[in-house]
């Protein structure tokens, strides 16, 4: 004990004098006068992946946390220690490659994050093929000046270097032994920050840097840098898994479904058992449009009407990841979640999927899809006949021309229009038959304004007319979706003139909400009027827009409807909370058909009890939506949760994420097909 005691005294007397030779003999002035170059590629580095912090996670934790600064900062120098093993005259060529990939890193992850309020994966380059056809919005609604800011990094590398070249700074000869000195000590510089760094971790830190799907709390605790090398390895990491890591994920599946059994039946089981489907994928389409009128005239009339006529299920999620329209159609039909790493759609189409045109095909049912974009867009070529539909009508089926033509390709209205033919086709071959017919005209980024018709998003007071959303985002999304219901509504009125109404059920989903700013929803609920802006914070008359009132804003419409349900018992709205994992398994209850192995739930089973968990992590009940970034949550209904709620609530999130990356990962369902419930 006496040992300990003097070797702790002796290790603060070493550093209370190592602090006094640098006050007192400016130690620290004179290495930056010495290293200027290698300061310079430091201090440009934290700056940026600071900066990129601050960029995209607005919160004071964020602001105030020293831990990721240090976890960059550890990444920095031990990659620019390197540079000590080269003559000075080649340093500034090393620190520049290191400094632009860097650079790189931040620039990428902030337009990322922009788009998809998520970092950058390198499991996502097998998606740049598709960078191609959506260039405009990538233009329009990803790249901003915040991106270019941190182009200054390399700009003052190169300054610093072209001044250093001007004073003979790299004529200076330097053995190779003082080189190997120089960067052994700033090796262990790193090393002295990396120990500091690993002595603040938690062990949820370290499980959720293992996990990787929470990607804003690894940046906000971990720093890009470190993100970034975890993610490498995250990313290779299922090739190396499903080589080695069969049997314990397979283990995991059966402990996980071993008690699952077919739910009892409840008033809705078989309604629509024989009935032919419908269902529009309606993109970008959000609940918080249904209802919503400027200047007396309705955004979403027809929207509005399917709700008021039928099934409207008004507390639903959307629960994509990167993946976006690809995400929602593979849990929409097979009730599992995106994959932690890359997209089922683009990296997975080779597994085997329950897929709902599967089990309808097991029941006679002919499966069709329609999507007027290139067949082989997010892969959907491959992965549309995995899931199990007979047939896919792509772009190569329509008639697509420079004018009809709308932002991605075929507008919608023409889309529906062509679309009938073949629909009436498909009827009279077969008895019994399912559609899905996937929008498209309503897709970011909301720009082609002049062909989306008039829609006045003006404000009118008196005899005065203010400019309200117009020229915004939100404005144009505003006009873009008007005129995709437009198109909607058109759609319903020829399918009943061509009686393809009749013994059918109609289903619609909104597949993710529009990505818009939140300071755009700000300005509609707090615009000044008079100085045509956003009320300022202070204003008593401003009503607070909070990030969980944005988050529950992104709402989705799900809706089942028939031409003859108003008035009946089934046309009510539901406000149980509820996700796009839910959809198969309440379908397949009311159409006869089964899946053992679904993540979500029958909601006329689970009812008020149901959990919507969403990729990064969070998850929302009817009492809470909780935030696993920032460790809290906002009530629902004027309650608090304890503390073992939350804790149960996590664990059972943690546990259906994992289970069906792993169902994807390594093929689980290819063993399962003996006991597949028809």
């Known amino acids: 004990m006496k040992r300990i005691k003097s070797g702790i005294s002796k290790l603060f007397k070493n550093i209370k004098h190592l602090c006094y030779r640098i006050v007192k003999e400016h130690l620290i002035r004179e290495y930056i006068k010495k290293n200027k170059l290698f300061c310079t590629y430091v201090l440009t580095c934290i700056i940026n992946s600071t900066l990129l912090r601050f960029f995209c996670m607005h919160t004071l934790e964020n602001y105030l946390s020293i831990k990721p600064i240090i976890a960059d900062l550890t990444v920095i120098v031990l990659v620019g ?10 340093r500034f060529a090393y620190l520049l490659f290191v400094e632009i990939l860097f650079t790189a890193i931040c620039m990428i992850n902030s337009m990322y994050y922009t788009f998809y309020t998520s970092f950058a994966s390198v499991s996502m380059l097998s998606l740049t093929q598709y960078i191609g056809e959506v260039g405009d919005a990538v233009v329009e609604n990803v790249i901003q000046i915040k991106d270019l800011i941190y182009l200054l990094g390399p700009i003052a590398l190169i300054i610093v270097h072209i001044r250093l070249k001007k ?46 799907w929470n990607r804003e709390y690894i940046v906000m605790k971990f720093g890009i840098y470190v993100y970034q090398a975890n ?96 995400d929602t159609e593979l849990t929409y039909n097979t009730s599992l979640m995106p994959t932690q790493s890359g997209t089922a759609f683009v990296s997975y189409s080779d597994r085997e999927y329950i897929g709902i045109p599967k089990l309808l095909n097991q029941k006679g049912y002919y499966c069709y899809s329609m999507h007027a974009n290139n067949a082989d867009f997010w892969n959907r070529r491959a992965m549309h006949k995995s899931l199990g539909y007979n047939k896919f009508f792509a772009k190569a089926d329509y008639n697509v021309t420079k004018e009809n033509t709308i932002g991605l390709g075929l507008n919608d209205k023409e889309f529906f229009k062509q679309s009938i033919p073949k629909m009436q086709k498909v009827a009279k071959k077969h008895d019994k038959w399912y559609s899905i017919s996937i929008m498209l005209t309503n897709h970011t980024p909301f720009s082609e304004v002049d062909k989306y018709g008039e829609f006045d998003l003006t404000l009118k007071d008196g005899d005065k007319t203010y400019p309200y959303m117009e020229g915004t985002k939100l404005g144009n999304y505003f006009k873009s979706a008007h005129y995709a219901d437009g198109a909607l509504g058109e759609f319903l009125d020829e399918l009943d003139k061509a009686g393809l109404l009749e013994n059918t059920v109609v289903v619609l989903y909104g597949d993710h909400d529009g990505r818009l700013p939140r300071k755009d929803y700000n300005r509609m609920h707090n615009y000044d009027k008079v100085n045509d802006k956003t009320l300022d914070p202070e204003d008593p008359n401003y009503k607070e827009y909070d990030s969980y009132q944005y988050e529950l804003g992104r709402k989705v419409p799900f809706i089942i409807w028939t031409k003859d349900m108003k008035g009946t018992k089934l046309n009510k709205e539901h406000k149980n909370v509820m996700g796009m994992y839910d959809v198969m398994p309440t379908l397949g209850n009311m159409f006869g058909f089964y899946n053992k192995y679904t993540l979500g739930h029958d909601i006329f089973t689970i009812k008020n009890n149901n959990i919507v968990v969403f990729p990064n992590g969070n998850w929302v009940t009817n009492k809470v939506y909780y935030d696993s970034q920032k460790g809290e949550y906002l009530s629902l209904n004027g309650e608090a949760i304890s503390e073992k709620e939350i804790e149960k609530n996590n664990d059972y999130a943690t546990k259906l994420l994992d289970v069906s990356n792993d169902i994807i990962v390594f093929n689980l369902l290819k063993d399962t097909k003996e006991e597949k419930v028809k």
């Open 231 to 326: 993610d490498v390895v995250t990313s290779i990491q299922p090739k190396i898994n499903s080589l080695f890591g069969y049997d314990q994920a397979k283990k995991k599946f059966n402990d996980y479904f071993k008690d699952v059994k077919k739910p009892a039946a409840n008033e809705y089981t078989n309604i629509f058992e024989g009935k032919n489907v419908i269902v529009i994928h309606g993109e970008s389409m959000q609940t918080n449009t249904i209802g919503l009128k400027f200047n007396g005239q309705e955004l979403m009339p027809n929207l509005t009407k399917m709700a008021h006529e039928g099934m409207y299920f008004s507390n639903f999620h959307s629960q994509v990841s990167v993946g976006t329209s690809s």
């Open 81 to 90: 220690s390197v540079c000590y093993l080269f003559k000075p005259k080649n």
């Open 167 to 212: 004073i003979n700074y790299y004529k200076k000869i330097e053995s190779k032994a003082k080189r190997k000195k120089r960067t052994l000590r700033t090796l262990a510089a790193s090393g002295v920050l990396a120990l500091m760094f690993l002595v603040t971790l938690t062990s949820l830190d370290v499980t959720r840097l293992i996990k990787q």
